[in-house]
């Protein structure tokens, strides 16, 4: 059995930080884990341009606390008008690492997302030409589509065309959530890969809705059936390196949560990694681990590996019921939970 596990520093390819005292309250937890995180631009308002990613990443370096070697990597959001020379300017200046398609209104602050992609087919058409990455909410928008199909039909709908209208576009699906989105990742050449968040891996849909709702395993796209989470299972913990770490943590303060219209997102950073291990440990597939976490995003992203290590041992982790952050309450993923593995460098 293997009891302590030494690994690349990992990074988080898919994460929220908010912005203001909720940011500054919760980088470090990002900070203590990753080398380096993908951070999602939908604020209020988005960051579509380069001079707005630039602010947006000083304003993430102040939160880092002191000591600790952690690296934003921005995104552009895409809108029906995004300028392709300020995006390509943005890449070549290493403001932007990727830009980040969001179908209006398809979750939280994506009201300015893209209402018809074709629109941006000549955005795309640049990214490829300048070797961008396109990160992708995929999910449809249609009042009249089940919310549970509603990744399954982004996928006929726009990413099959995407796929082969763009076929030297690296693509990256996010926080897939259905068997659909790793049969069709897995059938797509080297250029499209898939984060998986550790929520997907640990709950089906009845975590939400059995015993009463559950707002804090609420999040979009929502869980869905048990054959799915079982597949995600099995492409995480596969070797693949077409699947790689994204949290997509995204922090709400309870009273946020707890409502009559609550928001969606689960805030995991905090034991983000004793999360996904104990999957990986669950499915006995611990020497896999580092790929998934370390060398498959790295690799994907055309950047480096982590020169430094962290490691991990087995042993109890008490996850708090919940945590303070801006004076409030934030409950974190795994609340009031035991689980099996902890950092300890």
Not at 9 to 32: C, K, N, Q, S
Not at 131 to 147: K, N, P, Q, W
Not at 159 to 169: C, D, G, T, V
Not at 228 to 238: C, E, G, I, N, Y
Request: hydrophobic share 40%; charged share 20%.
């Amino acid at each position: 059995m293997i009891n302590t596990l030494t690994i690349r520093r990992p990074d988080d390819w898919h994460l929220h930080f908010r912005d203001g005292e909720i940011m500054r309250g919760v980088v470090p937890y990002t900070a203590r884990q990753f080398g380096r995180a993908i951070v999602m631009p939908n604020l209020s308002p988005p960051v579509t341009t380069a001079a707005q990613a630039e602010e947006y990443r000083g304003r993430i370096l102040a939160a880092v606390p002191q000591g600790a070697a952690f690296t934003p990597l921005m995104i552009c959001y895409l809108t029906d008008t995004t300028d392709p020379d300020d995006l390509a300017r943005g890449a070549e200046q290493g403001v932007f690492t990727a830009a980040k398609l969001y179908p209006a209104n398809a979750t939280t602050n994506s009201a300015h997302g893209v209402s018809d992609v074709t629109r941006i087919y000549p955005v795309l058409a640049r990214m490829e030409a300048e070797g961008i990455v396109l990160c992708v909410h995929g999910e449809v928008t249609d009042r009249d589509v089940d919310v549970f199909d509603r990744e399954a039909e982004f996928i006929e709908r726009h990413l099959r065309a995407i796929a082969e209208n763009f076929p030297q576009l690296k693509v990256v699906f996010e926080h897939i959530t259905t068997a659909d989105a790793a049969t069709f990742v897995e059938s797509c050449g080297p250029n499209v890969a898939a984060t998986i968040t550790p929520q997907h891996l640990h709950i089906n849909r009845n975590a939400m809705l059995v015993g009463g709702i559950q707002p804090h395993n609420y999040c979009l796209p929502v869980a869905k059936r048990e054959r799915h989470r079982l597949a995600l299972r099995a492409a995480a913990t596969s070797g693949s390196p077409k699947f790689f770490l994204g949290t997509d943590s995204a922090p709400h303060l309870r009273s946020a949560k707890e409502t009559a219209c609550g928001c969606a997102g689960i805030f995991n950073a905090p034991f983000a990694l004793e999360s996904y291990l104990t999957v990986f440990d669950e499915e006995g597939a611990l020497d896999l681990f580092e790929g998934f976490a370390s060398l498959h995003g790295p690799a994907f992203y055309g950047l480096p590996v982590n020169a430094d290590t962290i490691t991990l041992e087995r042993g109890e982790t008490q996850v708090p019921e919940s945590l303070m952050l801006v004076g409030e309450e934030i409950v974190p993923w795994h609340a009031g939970q035991v689980l099996g593995w902890r950092m300890v460098s």
